[in-house]
């Protein structure tokens, strides 16, 4: 099994900047590929952005030009620079890994870290 857990969440004014962290762990697995989804109220959970394990990136329309992913392979982690929020990216945000167990792969999901922009 992996876990995985988020953190950096929190409240932030328009036109601020957080970064979310997501660490996988566990034993016998190897990061596949590691992405931020998002899920607001009322609205179906959406990619943000993911990063493949040779650094291949692919991002959102709305999250283009202001958020930025990145790995540390070496951690495990994956982590979301994220500029110039709006209130349309309050959301739970939610880390999905995908690892490699004994030549099969799985996807993994964090709890989710709640992000809100709000005066």
């Known amino acids: 099994q992996v876990q995985v857990l988020e953190s950096g969440g929190g409240l932030v004014q328009p036109g601020g900047a957080l970064r979310l962290s997501c660490v996988a762990s566990?034993?016998?697995?190897?990061?596949?590929?590691m992405g931020w989804y998002r899920q607001a109220s009322d609205y179906q959970r959406e990619l943000v952005a993911s990063?493949?394990?040779?650094?291949?990136?692919n991002y959102a329309d709305s999250a283009k030009g202001r958020f930025t992913i990145s790995r540390d392979n070496a951690k495990n982690t994956a982590y979301q620079q994220m500029n110039s929020l709006k209130p349309e990216d309050t959301a739970v945000y939610y880390c999905?890994?995908?690892?490699?167990?004994?030549?099969?792969?799985?996807?993994?999901w964090g709890q989710g870290s709640q992000v809100t922009v709000s005066s």
């Open positions: 566990g034993s016998s697995f190897s990061v596949v590929d």
């Open positions: 990063i493949a394990e040779g650094g291949g990136t």
């Open positions: 999905k890994v995908i690892a490699t167990i004994r030549t099969r792969s799985y996807q993994f």
